[in-house]
């Protein structure tokens, strides 16, 4: 079993996990070469923990781009178990996720990040990117805070046997937890669990986004900020 590691300054690459998690089109492929390098450098991760995450980058970026794309959103956005939107993990359609959203907003607010208009706070990426910004200390709790979801998402991601899974993987190392096996849920069919209620003609209360959306991250940032990956 892990201990919990002494804190110590992963903001590059925990910005670098949050890229890879984000739609893989033209722009962010053409940043996996500096991705990479900020891996090295930084060496926050384990040395296996390091070489699977440069697989998932040759893999990337050697990838056909509409295979890269397809599969991207068939494994995060067509999914319930592997979606990337915590409080889907956490608070499912119930009315808790809505003040939870709004709480977690402010969170990123007072941190000096905004997040574009119609951006959720629970994406992943997102969530990343204002961890980056924090302090180690802070950042290794809110990181461990979150570890049973990153857990379920890893036992998710490798039972679908794709490298995407070593991003949830490294997220765990960095939280100073191990992975653990979990009995997923089995999930309805794809057309019920994304099936429109009738009543509202076209207003889905099942996920945030329907299938084949990708999901871009655009954060407006504070002049405090610290800058993120270059795009």
Not at 173 to 190: M, S, T
Request: glycine share 6%.
């Amino acid at each position: 079993m892990l201990g919990r590691r002494k804190p110590s300054s992963s903001s590059g690459t925990l910005r670098v996990l949050a890229a890879l998690l984000t739609y893989p089109d033209a722009e962010m492929r053409a940043d996996l070469p500096e991705m990479r390098e900020i891996l090295r450098n930084e060496a926050a991760l384990t040395a296996t923990r390091q070489t699977e995450l440069e697989a998932l980058l040759a893999a990337l970026a050697g990838a056909d781009a509409l295979d890269a794309e397809a599969n991207y959103v068939e494994l995060f956005d067509r999914s319930r178990a592997t979606s990337l939107h915590l409080f889907e993990h956490v608070h499912g359609d119930s009315r808790d996720r809505g003040p939870a959203m709004i709480d977690l907003a402010q969170t990123y607010e007072k941190a000096g990040l905004y997040l574009a208009p119609g951006e959720l706070p629970d994406y992943l990426p997102v969530v990343l990117e204002f961890v980056s910004t924090q302090p180690p200390s802070e950042a290794s709790a809110f990181l461990g805070e979150m570890a049973h979801i990153f857990n379920a998402l890893f036992n998710a991601l490798q039972e679908r046997a794709t490298p995407y899974a070593s991003v949830l993987g490294a997220l765990l190392e960095l939280a100073g937890e191990q992975a653990r096996p979990v009995k997923l849920a089995a999930e309805p069919p794809l057309d019920e669990s994304w099936a429109e209620p009738p009543v509202f003609d076209g207003c889905s209360a099942k996920g945030q986004n329907r299938p084949g959306q990708p999901q871009p991250i655009r954060i407006i940032r504070g002049i405090n900020a610290r800058q993120g990956v270059s795009s």
